[in-house]
């Protein structure tokens, strides 16, 4: 370097140099104000602080320009220079500290206290009425033994009630002087919580190493949060654990969600915890780690989503999440669409990964028509069912953890549809006392509402039946035979031989206001009235039965066996009308019975109950459907009481489709069964009539046959039968002959 630029340097360094000592003198003076402002407040002196602080962050800054100069410099005579200017920056910057160190002490409020920070150095001396006071000192430290600066320090004196104070130095010291007496010192720090102990003073010796490190706690913590499941519903009463995320057994606080599913948890120590949440049917769910700072709260922003709990066929919670399956169920014809509550939600599995194929899965719908379903993935039969509507039917197919919201599902009312009934089948008659008969035979059955259209509940429908009896036939084959083999033996029916008697009748139900739903199985009651009529039996000659005039071994006729049948309403009503007498069977070897001329039908009329029951688990509930009846009615029957409307009679009449398949549109077979039972005693016991059948061809009319009229029957019968859908046969023919 050369001489002209040492000479700058030297000529800029003593510049500074002459600046800092002007500033030293005046800091000088400023120590002496410091003496003499002790009294004011804490305010004051922390301002004034800061300002001697800035001037010692200059003078380093000084200090580090001479150094650097004292590198770069080889003038051994300014070098000398700068030596000394270096020695006399380094005395101030130490005042300049020492400056700093005495404001960083707290002073008295009143002339008779003295808080100070330092208090190893205290420079003042104290004034005659401080002579008599007792010194305290002190350290505020954390849990890792670190000093905590600005703490506030309070004390309060038991007896006066006076208080004064001040915060610690950066290294957490605190000191003051006070009078003796009973003290009351309490601490505090931003984040941090306090303790409040009691001294005396003097002090006594325990005392005295209980202030050396006065121990503050962080400030409790509290978490709130909300738990909720995927349909972001609340979970209400789930179990919170805060967990230590090392050691799990180690809890922090426990909490239980509101009606909200909101939780609070309070007084928490500050550390990093796991959120462990419990709830009935849910999977345990754990959080990522959350921290939590001392004295503040923790509000999560994101809502605790926890998950279903989903069990196997043996009842062990297996590790996939559920499916969700949910919607909503509405009336198709309300004006305003309306949700259907009390529905039956039901998902069949057919291809599930979670269970047993064909698992059913059932779930009823709330009160505004909503439903939930958890299943493992599969693919899955569904159907809805409800009261009075027909049922709703599709397939859906879910995935593990999936959330399906399907579209709405609206159900058509069935209650207020009419429903037909085309059985054909084969039937058993039997009297009383009498032999039985075999029929084939056709029933076509019709019900309808009457009144406004699209009622839910119609009250009145109109209904009719009419059944077209055979010839008598014997049919011995088995049943299931008979309903693989009856679309063929009906169609080979001769024409002349398919209504051999006709009965019909016709009436009308009123529905009571009750009804009855037992699972899939719906009933409903109805009060009926009906009545109709029954035609003659009828066949080629008019001739029921022929049999054998009675007669002895040798070959003549059997007087005595005479006598007794002349007896009988057959042959002689009444003694004064009879038609026969001994002198009829003359010449006679035959008897043959024929029907009455009748000139009208046999009427019947009934009033009584009817039970309707529709069961769920069909998928088809429409009118070619029909539902199962049972009757219970009281009338008179002229087929029953001697061709006359005499005497009470009770019938019983029932109709029950069964299933045979499992299909989802099963076949039915169709069972049914009828009782005429007189209500009235009987008072016409008589022997019974024994002849014998006679056999091979016997021509009638003829001189040799005695033409007896038959009685229209008073005798209690039966019939009972069984059926197929006519419809479905028909159907099965049309395909069959549109084959190929």
Known sequence: MNRRMQLLVCIALVANWMSITSWAQTAKGRDHQIQARERTTNQEMITLRKGYEAKLKEQKEQIDAVEQALRTIADGKVHKTLISHLAELQAQANDSQEIIRRLSSVTALDSHHSLRRAPSRIDSTPSESQEDQFKVEGKVIDQKGNGIPDAQVTVKNLTTKETFGGSTDIDGEFSFSALPGKYELTVSAKNFQGPRQRINLPLTAAQIEELKEITLEPSKARITGKVKNKLDEAIVSAAIELQDPANATKIAGRGVTDKDGKFNIANLPPSTYN???????????????????????????????????????????????????????????????????????????????????????????????????????????????????????????????????????????????????????????????????????????????????????????VWGDVRLTSVPQQIQSGVKDFVSSFASNAVGTKVNQIADAVVYMAGLQYRLPFDLKVGPTQFHFYAIAGGGATTTRSSVSGVTDIFKVPTKKDGKQDTDAVAMLLKRPEFCKRPETCRFTAGSFTGKEFIAFAAPDRDRFFRQYYGGVRFETKYFQTSRIDKFNPPAIFDVMVGQNETVTGGGLQGAVLRLDGFFPLPISADKDPSFIYLFGTAFMKLHRSSNFVDPLVLERATGQVAVPAENVLIVTSPPSARDYYRIGIGVNLLSIIDKLRTKSQTP
């Open 275 to 461: 959120i462990v949440v419990k709830a009935t049917g849910y999977k345990v769910f754990t959080s990522t780690p959350q921290k939590l700072d001392p004295g503040k709260e923790l509000s999560l922003k994101d809502d605790l989503v926890i998950t279903k709990e989903l069990r196997n066929d043996e009842g062990k919670v297996t590790p996939d999440d559920p499916a969700i399956v949910t919607g909503e169920v509405y009336d198709a014809s309300s004006p305003p669409i309306k949700g259907l509550a009390n529905a039956t939600v039901q998902l069949q599995a057919s291809n599930s990964s979670g269970g047993s194929i064909n698992k059913l899965y059932t779930k009823s719908t709330d009160g505004k028509g909503k439903f939930t379903v958890y299943v493992p993935n599969g693919t899955y039969d569904m159907t809805v069912l409800c009261l009075n509507f027909k049922p709703f039917i599709t397939q859906i197919m879910v995935s593990n953890g999936e959330l399906k919201k399907l579209d709405p599902i609206r159900l058509e009312r069935e209650g207020d549809g009419e429903f037909y009934r085309a059985i054909a089948g084969v039937e058993q008659i039997g009297a009383n006392s009498s032999g039985t008969e075999q029929h084939t035979f056709l029933d076509l059955f019709f019900s309808r509402p009457i009144g406004r259209p699209g009622a839910l509940r119609p009250n009145f429908r």
